[in-house]
């Protein structure tokens, strides 16, 4: 029966701390991988481990064509391969591509392993002080103004409602933007943390009401970020 590893990446490219040595271990009892990115994937496992020979792994594409990838990746169970699923950053299937092949490994009754690694929501959820017992995590708000802040009055009010904490990112180059629009449009007393190079040397997570972020707000211009809203109690 074949074993499918989901191989954890960092978040940050000095994070390697944040991987258990395991990571490694696990790599190597792969002989096929399935990569979001496959040159900054070998990249990565390089830096892993500088005797790692890549090109003993055969390696397939996350997210070209589905039903293609799809099939490569039963053929390579059915043949009882160990398989390596590595997304570009964090953990794959949570935020990132690898459930399509996960679903089907499933179906297929692997061995399914998922190792331990960063998280950029679990991480800046535990580092923000808001409620852990209840929280969602809802992707990307909507590129139009007006949805945007219809999606971001609706989050509020569900925050409050059921006391629960909701996480959303954005692309890097719109962080600013964003965090304007939260300043704004929310009441004065909703928490919002922003987590910013979570697992770099230059780490920062912090919570604050609105209020206080709109005395003074951080330069997130392209950088990886995270947003945490809690309207709650």
Same mark, same amino acid.
């Given at each position: ?97 690898? #459930?399509? +092949?996960?679903?089907?490994? =499933?179906?297929?009754?692997? *061995?399914? /392993?998922?190792? !331990? @690694? ?58 600013? #933007?964003? +965090?304007?629009?939260?300043? =704004?449009?929310?009441?004065? *007393?909703? /928490?919002?943390? !922003? @987590? ?38």
């Amino acid at each position: 029966m074949s074993s499918i590893y989901l191989i954890p990446c960092t978040l940050a490219e000095d994070g390697f701390d944040a991987l258990p040595t395991y990571v490694l271990t696990a790599v190597k009892d792969c002989s096929v991988i399935f990569a979001e990115n496959e040159r900054t994937a070998r990249r990565f496992l390089k830096a892993l481990d500088r005797s790692i020979v890549i090109d003993h792994f055969e390696w397939f594409a996350i997210h070209k064509a589905e039903e293609e990838q799809l099939n490569q990746f039963k053929e390579k169970i059915k043949e009882k391969k160990n398989i390596a699923i590595i997304s570009e950053a964090g953990c794959p299937g949570i935020a990132d591509p690898g #459930q399509i +092949l996960i679903a089907a490994a =499933q179906e297929l009754h692997c *061995n399914i /392993k998922p190792l !331990v @690694g960063p998280s950029s929501i679990l991480l800046a959820l535990m580092a923000s002080g808001m409620n852990g017992q209840q929280f969602e995590f809802v992707g990307y708000l909507p590129i139009d103004n007006a949805e945007r802040i219809k999606k971001i009055k609706e989050l509020e009010l569900a925050s409050a409602k059921l006391n629960s904490t909701k996480i959303f990112i954005e692309t890097p180059y719109r962080n600013n #933007q964003l +965090l304007e629009t939260l300043v =704004q449009q929310c009441a004065a *007393n909703t /928490k919002i943390c !922003v @987590g910013v190079n979570i697992t770099a040397a230059n780490e920062s997570i912090v919570t604050q009401s609105v209020a206080n972020w709109k005395k003074k707000k951080p330069e997130l211009h392209k950088q990886p970020a995270i947003f945490l809203l809690y309207a709650g109690k």
